[in-house]
Each structure stands twice: as structure tokens, then as C-alpha cells.
């Protein structure tokens, strides 16, 4: 249980996106990198970006079951956080099942991680959830922030 | 069967876990006792122990970059592939580990 609370700390209702509208990648993650910048997680929006992209050059971050986890580990970030969007209509992207996707968490993560050990036990402890069928279903069918954390505590 | 194995990607911040749970759902689902060393950005967790690679009946590998401690599974039977293969089908990597386990 205590675990679970711990986990739930890195979602941030300011940084959740559910009912989302967006036609593709582009406009989603400018859409999630906007709420990050809000919220105080970026030092560099346009860096951010830049090493988000980059990694997606690199391979496929859609991991099938109409999920993705772009992340960028960048200069551009000033503490680590995540955003996680829900839309209602799936979006095209690279997928390890040829899917589009619907449910996208965005992962940011500067490149000093000195001194932020505690936070990124949280954050792999998060990502592990994204493994479990349970938590992708109750995510995808989120209709708040609140149900964003409800699915995490499967 | 025993599973033993490291679970690894190149950012370190995201494949590298959902590999490790996919990959032990699906071992215990299986029957078999699993145990998955991660190595990411926050560096080695959920170390293997000597013990634990000793009565490994098999090693698996699923990393996409060099990791570290390879030595430790000298003289063991090693499965490698990309954590993609361990995200999309466990469970068939699971069956694919017992047929060689077996061979």
C-alpha cells in the first residue's frame, strides 16, 4: 500500500490530459510538453523536445494495447515528472503491434541525476505499472486525472 | 524452471521496467520462478545474487545495450533479445525459453 502511494506521487492532475483532441504525435506531445512547461518541470520546452524526438528516431516507443511512452532524458528538463494524455480518438504511431495508440505517457527526465535517486526509483516503479493489463485497461478508459490514479493503483 | 535474467534499454527509463514486469508476469504464469536485475538510468536494482544464477536453469537477456556483469553467467545457457520481443510477446519468449531450457 505504501508502495502504491509512493507510485501515485509521480502523477501530477496538472500534467494529466484526458478527453484529449489531437490528429497526431506532433500535436500531442506539443499538447503534453506545453503541461509540463506549465507545471514547472522544464527549464526548455524546444530541448526537450528536441531530445524526445530524437528518441524516437531511435525506436519504437508505442509498446502495443494502444499505449506509448515517449521520453527524453535532456538538458531541458528541470525536475523529473510525466504527463499522461487519454484521447478519444486513437492516433496513428510506431507500435510494436502495428496499432495507433490512445493512451500516451510522456516521460521527462533531465540529465544530472544526481541527487534525484528517490525519484526515479518512483518513476521505474511507475513505468513497471505500464506492464500490467490491468492498469493499461483502466487508463485507457479514464475520464479524469482521478481515474488516471485509480487505474495506477492496480 | 528457474529464470534468471537483466532487463535493459537505451534511455533507462521506461522499456527496461515494463519489460521486467511483462517478463515476470508471464514466468509466473507459467509456473516458473523468475527474478529480473534491472540496469537503467538510476544504475542496477533488483540485483541477482550469486545463489540466484547458480540454480538458474536458464539466463535471459533482454536488453537492447551492453550491460553490465555478463560474466557473472559464464557456463550458463543464455537467451538474448530486444526488450521490444519481451514487451510485445511474453509469453511466447516464456514457452521459447522452455523449449531450450529443455534442449
Not at chain 1, 506509448?68 to 531541458?76: F, L, Q, R, T, V
Request: negative net charge; contains cysteine.
Amino acid at each position: 500500500m505504501e508502495e502504491q502511494a509512493s507510485v501515485l506521487d509521480v502523477i501530477d492532475a496538472g500534467t494529466v490530459l484526458t478527453h484529449l483532441q489531437a490528429h497526431d504525435k506532433a500535436e500531442v506531445l506539443s499538447m503534453m510538453a506545453d503541461s509540463l512547461e506549465e507545471a514547472g518541470y522544464l527549464q526548455d520546452k524546444e530541448i526537450y523536445l528536441q531530445d524526445v524526438y530524437q528518441r524516437e528516431s531511435e525506436g519504437v516507443t508505442g509498446i502495443g494495447g494502444y499505449i506509448a511512452i515517449p521520453h527524453g532524458k535532456s538538458a531541458g528538463v528541470r525536475k523529473i515528472g510525466v504527463s499522461i494524455a487519454v484521447l478519444d480518438e486513437e492516433i496513428p504511431w510506431e507500435s510494436l503491434d502495428g496499432q495507433g495508440v490512445k493512451g500516451i505517457i510522456l516521460f521527462a527526465v533531465g540529465n544530472d541525476d544526481r541527487g534525484a535517486r528517490s525519484h526515479l526509483k518512483l518513476l521505474s516503479l511507475f513505468a513497471r505499472k505500464l506492464g500490467r493489463e490491468e492498469v493499461v485497461h483502466d487508463l485507457l478508459a479514464a475520464d479524469s486525472a482521478a481515474d488516471v490514479r485509480k487505474a495506477f493503483m492496480n | 524452471m528457474n529464470i534468471v535474467g537483466i532487463s535493459a534499454c537505451t534511455v533507462g527509463i521506461a522499456h527496461t521496467y515494463i519489460a521486467q514486469e511483462k517478463i515476470e508476469a508471464a514466468a509466473k504464469k507459467a509456473g516458473d520462478t523468475v527474478k529480473i536485475e534491472t540496469q537503467g538510468t538510476i544504475g542496477v536494482e533488483n540485483a541477482l545474487t550469486a545463489e540466484e544464477i547458480a540454480s538458474a536453469d536458464i539466463v535471459l537477456l533482454a536488453v537492447d545495450v551492453k550491460v553490465s556483469g555478463e560474466e557473472r553467467f559464464a557456463g550458463k545457457k543464455i537467451v538474448r533479445v530486444p526488450t521490444q520481443m519481451a514487451i510485445k510477446s511474453p509469453n511466447k519468449l516464456i514457452a521459447k525459453l522452455h523449449e531450450l531450457a529443455a534442449s
